[in-house]
């Protein structure tokens, strides 16, 4: 009962009670905190005492209670978390890029070279005005981030274009459908199947080549918006209004992320697909490669 009650607390721990416990946490794993502890077991163990443990107790409780609060404490901890954030999406970038053919790639170099000359065009500017220097910077960070996810998906999208042949598709229906009337009930019920499933997979293609078409076009909305921000930078001394700009291409960028995460779950119902289609199955006919079919054990 107690233990439920632990995990309901858990769970419904605020945000700021989390980060609270983050500090509190950080500030115990400090290398010199170690150092300390270490040194008061060491004096403990020398005097064969426990006034040093006691000591060290007591001096511990008090720094746990001071340093997490302390907020230089705090700023220091959060710029490592942003230094470790940054790293960590920097490493994803690296390996995203890497899988991306010849062509996309440049497109992405191409790209990064725009946002540097964005940002080389306001790097002069006066101390005030670099709060939105550094706010106009990091949404071009995440833009670049969203372009190299959105090549991504343009490049799945053409592998899958390639593989699938919606003519092959319409003619193995219109063929099955052609032979259902003559074939025996247990065959007919598992080819109405084959056909349903078939027409869902002209309905997935249909849907993906018209998801491709808006990959393609916010792709190429972002390579015009951001070279068109670069030549503006030229003569434009105000990053605020830069800022503004950026900011409504992010919001489109993430609509059409929205987009592709949608029809990711178009896919992901093709295992409940296959299942229901599988079940009608024969038995054995799909019990795995473990097992043989019935005629080839009567054999």
């Known amino acids: 009962m107690d233990s439920g ?6 769970v419904s721990e605020t ?3 989390q980060k609270k416990s983050s500090f509190v946490r950080e500030a115990f794993h400090n290398q010199y905190n170690w150092i300390a502890l270490a040194a008061a077991g060491l004096f403990a163990l020398i005097d064969q ?4 443990l006691i000591l060290a107790g007591g001096l511990e409780c008090m720094y746990l209670s001071i340093v997490p609060q302390n907020k230089r404490f705090q700023r220091l901890i959060r710029s490592r978390w942003l230094a470790e954030e940054k790293q960590l999406k ?10 991306l053919p010849g062509d996309l790639q440049s497109r992405y170099i191409k790209l990064a070279e725009t946002c540097g000359g ?3 065009n306001f790097a002069q500017l006066s101390s005030t005005s670099q709060i939105f220097v550094q706010q106009m910077d990091s949404r071009l960070e995440g833009l670049l981030h969203g372009y190299a996810r959105l090549l991504s998906a343009c490049q799945q999208q053409r592998q899958y274009v390639k593989t699938v042949d919606p003519g092959q598709i319409k003619s193995e229906m219109d063929g099955l459908q052609k032979r259902l009337a003559t074939e025996p009930p247990k ?10 499933i078939l027409s869902k997979r002209l309905e997935k293609y249909q849907k993906i080549v018209e998801n491709r078409q808006v990959v393609d076009a916010q792709i190429a909305a972002m390579e015009d918006v951001l070279q068109l921000v670069r030549d503006q930078s030229v003569t434009m001394r105000d990053p605020q209004q830069v800022s503004d700009q950026l ?3 992010v919001h489109d960028v993430e609509q059409t992320e929205d987009t592709i995460r949608q029809m990711e779950t178009i896919f992901n119902g093709s295992t409940q697909e296959l299942d229901s289609f599988m079940s009608i199955m024969p038995d054995g006919a799909h019990s795995g490669s473990t097992v043989e079919p019935r005629s080839r054990v009567r054999n």
């Open 118 to 120: 964005i940002r080389n």
């Open 187 to 196: 065959v007919q019920e598992i080819n109405k199947k084959r056909i349903e």
């Open 49 to 52: 005492s426990l006034l040093p």
């Open 15 to 17: 945000p700021e009670a």
């Open 5 to 10: 009650s632990g995990f309901q607390n858990q």
């Open 90 to 99: 920097q490493r994803d970038l690296s390996e995203l890029l890497k899988q």
């Open 247 to 249: 900011e409504s291409l």
